[in-house]
């Protein structure tokens, strides 16, 4: 049974520029949430999908947008990027509001 | 005021040693708990849950203080693989808040 996949795991974009992120949930499972994890502090939650509708948001601008597919996979979208958004994205799968399992993650480098 | 404050340590310890991290919340709403442990440039995982109870699981005891808004996690005998980042988790209408994390360092 395969776990939470993200691609790619890491990415070297410059400023302006605009990145997509991928996620496959856990098999069975149908939220997937996303976090942004700068060093040394903790995952910010960025947003929540459920039914390919957004359910919650973070305190991120709309620059961050995202969906979700039929299939429960998800994309998170960075437009006109920074280099704040230099960061580790997480994404995490669970069902409904259970147990948050997280992918390795994107490693994001804005230069 | 960050929602979810942790002390961030770094805990340096020996090997045996008894561990104690506080985590404070702010939303009095908030409905679940939960400890992750983070290990350097990997993906946080589920550690425990807490409950007001309390509960206990091998040598991880985690404790929820609702009316003081405060979660606490104790670890006995450490060990080397314990040295990780530990992230306290608070849950609110489906979304959940993460700490920043408190990172211990288990020595032999």
């Known amino acids: 049974d395969a776990g939470v996949t993200q691609s790619p795991t890491h990415l070297i974009k410059t400023r302006g520029q605009q990145v997509t992120l991928r996620c496959s949930p856990k098999?069975?499972?149908?939220?997937v949430s996303w976090y942004q994890q700068a060093l040394g502090q903790g995952p910010q939650f960025i947003f929540q999908?459920?039914?390919?509708?957004?359910?919650q948001r973070g305190n991120f601008p709309d620059r961050f947008s995202g969906h979700q597919f039929p299939n429960y996979s998800s994309e998170l979208n960075v437009n006109a990027l920074l280099l704040g958004d230099s960061a580790l994205y997480l994404c995490?799968?669970?069902?409904?509001?259970?147990?948050?399992?997280f992918g390795e993650g994107s490693r994001l480098t804005v230069l | 005021r960050k929602e979810v404050e942790q002390d961030p340590g770094p805990f340096n310890v020996p090997e045996g040693a008894t561990v104690a991290f506080n985590c404070t919340y702010s939303?009095?709403?908030?409905?679940?708990f939960f400890w992750y442990r983070q290990d350097c440039r990997k993906e946080p995982k589920l550690l425990m849950s807490?409950?007001?109870s309390g509960n206990e699981d091998g040598r991880f005891t985690a404790q929820l203080n609702r009316a003081s808004q405060y979660i606490s996690l104790l670890i006995r005998d450490s060990k080397l693989s314990d040295s990780a980042t530990y992230l306290c988790?608070?849950?609110?209408?489906?979304?959940?808040?993460f700490g920043d994390g408190t990172t211990l360092t288990v020595k032999p």
């Open positions: 988790v608070v849950t609110n209408a489906g979304k959940s808040t």
């Open positions: 995490a799968s669970s069902v409904s509001t259970g147990e948050l399992f």
């Open positions: 999908y459920y039914e390919e509708e957004e359910r």
């Open positions: 098999s069975g499972h149908d939220t």
């Open positions: 807490v409950y007001s």
């Open positions: 939303n009095s709403a908030s409905q679940s």
